[in-house]
């Protein structure tokens, strides 16, 4: 996250994009789609505003306020995510610029977060076994707020169940298309996993403090222990062949591999901006 354009993003956009093409928008392509990103925002935002320890919640990865962009390049991503950033804190009445400064804290925030992770090693590496084996799950995450949870694109927010469809150019996640859900573990009935060993996994979660749990393409469990938008810490499982991640690799989804440090033979602590 480049703290100098998202002091920019975060100062000059309204909380309503005019009609004609936003002079500053980072990726011309993907501005119809972000508008549609804005009811979501604005919404929320007006609900809750000046609230600034939910919006620190929200914008954990994976959470509620943390854009995905799974169609584009790295650069691509990376923009699009500070501006959803600046955007969002813009809407909910919140300066984002001291977040990331206060995640990338220096050596002993690294090393604290890393002996954290490294001292919960083993129950983690039985977490991820259990949800390797879950049916159809990619993305579990939480943000510390009641029982809000995150199972896929379906996202449990203030007691309501709703499923985000990824837009079509960018894939946005949130997009701007919402549907209703009645009843969350129907929904996880229906891609063949079993409620019970999923909200069994996120409990765990909450018992170990993890903000996410994601499959990776070549099949690595990725496990985020704390994080703002793209800013992470974390673990990479490798599993046989799955690539790893290296220092200074710039990935698809807007991050760059800032720290890395293997701690086993299968397991790799990494940050990330």
């Known amino acids: 996250m480049k703290l100098s354009t998202l002091g920019v993003f975060a100062t000059t956009i309204g909380l309503v994009l005019p009609a004609p093409a936003f002079a500053d928008f980072p990726v011309p392509r993907a501005e119809a789609e ?53 955007f969002a804190a813009k809407a909910f009445g919140i300066d984002p610029r001291p977040l990331p400064n206060e995640f990338h804290c220096g050596r002993d925030c690294v090393e604290s977060r890393r002996a954290d992770l490294e001292t919960k090693l083993p129950q983690l590496t039985t977490m991820v076994g259990d949800f390797r084996r879950l049916k159809g799950v990619d993305i579990l995450a939480i943000w510390g707020l009641g029982d809000d949870f995150r199972i896929n694109n379906l996202f449990r927010i203030m007691g309501e169940q709703r499923e985000t469809t990824p837009s079509k150019t960018m894939g946005f996640v949130p997009s701007g298309k919402w549907t209703a859900v009645k009843d969350p573990d129907e929904y996880i009935a229906a891609f063949g996993s079993n409620p019970v060993a999923v909200h069994a996994v996120v409990q765990q979660m909450r018992n170990l403090s993890i903000a996410a749990i994601v499959h990776e393409p070549g ?19 490798t599993e046989g062949a799955a690539p790893s991640y290296t220092l200074g690799e710039k990935l698809p989804d807007g991050r760059q591999i800032v720290f890395v440090l293997r701690l086993a033979p299968d397991v790799l602590f990494y940050e990330s901006s």
């Open 219 to 237: 099949g690595s469990i990725r496990v985020v222990r704390i994080g703002v938008s793209d800013n992470e810490s974390g673990l990479l499982f």
């Open 34 to 86: 972000f508008r549609e990103l804005i009811p979501f925002l604005v919404g929320w935002g007006e609900k809750n505003k000046g609230d600034e320890t939910l919006f620190r919640r929200w914008v954990m990865p994976y959470g509620p306020l943390d854009l995905q962009v799974t169609h584009g390049t790295h650069d691509e991503a990376e923009a699009l995510r500070n501006f959803y950033f600046g």
